[in-house]
């Protein structure tokens, strides 16, 4: 039988000794927890899109030849690529594929912010998406984390001053506030020689889009997914928007680590889903009316509405704290958001789902706040208390 | 317009002012070639697999339902493990999946070898898999590039004096050759507190396994593909197999650069391919067997041939420079991989590709030898000359 043979604990951690002193001095982002399989939940925690793909995906894979797969993939995603381009009206080597935006992230943060002694640190607003500072760890980068102003909005002074780079999430995560162009392009303006990296995940919910200042700003870095605007997070696909100096840089990095990190699938089904531009006007649209009416009734039950323009809410709840109504919709299976740390521990994160799951989530809350039991949730799932087992 | 800001120029590259010093300085790998779309090309280049995938994939992908493509991926990519486990008898636990053993090998290198100030070297042999030193250098890996022996066998002994850790493909590329497992075993009892890194991306064509050295070897780890062995070099998917702790070791490492690397499709497709047993072996006997008719057929004309145990030929031509016969095959549509290296600029690398293939090769071979023109090869395409523009 193998021994594992631990070296050293650290709380709950194991480390190994065959592990580097970097793998060992690492705080791994968490995922939000996936219920397993059969369990019946209310999914409102990682921002998926609540509606199918594109029905040309459908379509294509069914008529997919499956002898493709033994063939290495197309080298530069070049469909999909090509599709992108048009989408945002630039070139196609203006942009860059890879295995969700996750590692086109990762790959921009290696490429492009210096880890030497003595650079200056990269700005970051002290709440974000969660793994920029796990990205600045990976590559030891220097980090100063500007803490939002007191309402979460971003502070765009701060981000003016000299810094080794920019990295923000337009719209904010978990925040849902935007920041509008005008803003983006005073930081752009304000360091001309270091990279301004915009993370639009969430974009086409209602941000504007900072590709237009592309031509008059080569230090602009645009990043996005598949995964909530085109309901493809289980495909794997991001992309990033830029000159063509960044994005050869990233293909440099890409060519270091993984020649081929799109898959043949994910590029055809990728390429058509991009395509599809009427599936995409329509099922955002959908999004944000039915987040509109949740705002408004999570509004009239009291609880404070960041004016989003992402597929998810931030709100502070009326009459109960987060964390406890967190736990009781837990309980009453439905899964949304709750992040225990300071300044944002009074607030929820809440995917917006199909008009029909807010429905059963105001009613819920609603239930839970006028102090029913859980248990008596008109959507109670007995093995809930399982989906512990699969969070990492 | 979008002005690039070339700051500096290298020979045929260009560097930038956003990319920071070590993104300058790599040295990116190079894949195989790739024909463009409705080129007609016998590719013997890329050691694909001649055949399609195993049967149960192309049933799966019919009756896939595309709205499970809206969801994250199963973070754990548990059912896959599970198969890969059993495949090879050892615990889901000791199983790591990642986006093409490229990814794997390059988590690996970042987990477990140092990269600071002192660190001794690790080892691997001057004539390896390519991405090795790229991986060392992205990272920053002190590296010592261990001679090959003049027939080009591993210096066992040399992989046995004190080192940061060892790295070694087995059977080794391009060289086609294996280590006996006795061999690994003395690498691996030489250097207890060392990861010894064995890649097995073409084992399954006729090298020893050595995951049964495990149980005594908590220093060893495993790396293998579904490219090559499974059809699947279109899908990425890879896998490393280890001690939990190694493995714990490389999930710190994928958990802070991109926690789902393997998709929906590519987890369920791999699965289905790896529990098909029955494929498999049926397809590596045929592999197995045309690469031995065609060891015959070559060393009759007088090549002289490694004795290969992975699914291509390491072939030193007899009557033409290798150069120069990589190039005339090429413009005959044959495409073969040449490295214009030290050492090995006398050989070409060939995969082995269905029995038909090999008969055209060994026509064309036969024709150039006997110095007709390319031209007037039975398997003549007109457009060959295209296929530069895709090689990165």
Not at 74 to 98: H, K, W
Not at 141 to 159: A, C, R, W
Not at 190 to 208: C, H, K, M, N, T
Request: net charge negative; charged share 25%; aromatic share 10%.
């Amino acid at each position: 039988m193998l021994q594992p043979s631990v070296c050293a604990s650290k709380g709950d951690e194991y480390m190994s000794r065959f592990w580097n002193q970097r793998t060992a001095s690492l705080t791994p982002y968490v995922a939000g927890e996936q219920p397993l399989p059969g369990q019946k939940v209310i999914k409102l925690n990682t921002n998926e899109n609540p509606y199918p793909p594109s029905p040309a995906i459908g379509k294509h894979i069914k008529d997919f030849d499956p002898s493709k797969l033994r063939l290495y993939p197309e080298l530069t995603s070049r469909t999909l690529r090509e599709a992108i381009a048009d989408f945002y009206g630039v070139r196609p080597g203006q942009v860059f594929c890879g295995n969700g935006s996750d590692e086109v992230l990762a790959f921009s943060f290696q490429a492009f912010f210096e880890t030497k002694e003595g650079a200056r640190p990269i700005f970051f607003p002290d709440i974000t998406y969660s793994f920029y500072p796990v990205y600045a760890n990976l590559y030891a980068i220097p980090v100063e984390k500007i803490p939002l102003n007191e309402d979460f909005t971003i502070p765009v002074d701060e981000f003016c001053r000299p810094s080794g780079g920019v990295a923000i999430s337009n719209p904010n995560a978990p925040t849902t506030l935007a920041l509008p162009l005008a803003d983006i392009k005073k930081i752009l303006e304000s360091q001309p020689d270091r990279l301004v990296l915009i993370d639009q995940a969430y974009a086409a919910f209602g941000a504007e889009s900072c590709v237009c200042l592309l031509p008059d700003h080569p230090n602009l870095l645009v990043i996005g997914t598949l995964s909530k605007s085109h309901s493809l997070a289980g495909l794997r696909v991001g992309y990033a928007i830029a000159s063509e100096e960044i994005i050869e840089g990233l293909q440099r990095v890409r060519d270091s680590f993984n020649s081929y990190p799109v898959d043949t699938l994910a590029l055809e089904l990728a390429t058509l889903s991009v395509r599809d531009k009427n599936w995409y006007e329509e099922n955002t649209r959908r999004i944000i009316s039915t987040r509109e009416t949740t705002v408004k009734r999570l509004t009239n039950i009291g609880f404070t509405v960041l004016d989003s323009r992402a597929n998810f809410l931030f709100v502070k709840p009326d009459g109960i704290p987060a964390g406890e109504l967190y736990k009781k919709l837990r309980a009453a299976g439905i899964l949304v958001r709750y992040f225990d740390k300071s300044r944002i521990r009074d607030y929820l994160r809440i995917t917006i789902g199909t008009d029909e799951e807010m429905d059963i989530l105001i009613t819920a809350i609603q239930t839970i706040i006028s102090d029913k039991s859980a248990a008596e949730s008109p959507y109670t799932v007995g093995t809930i208390t399982k989906i512990d087992e699969v969070t990492t």
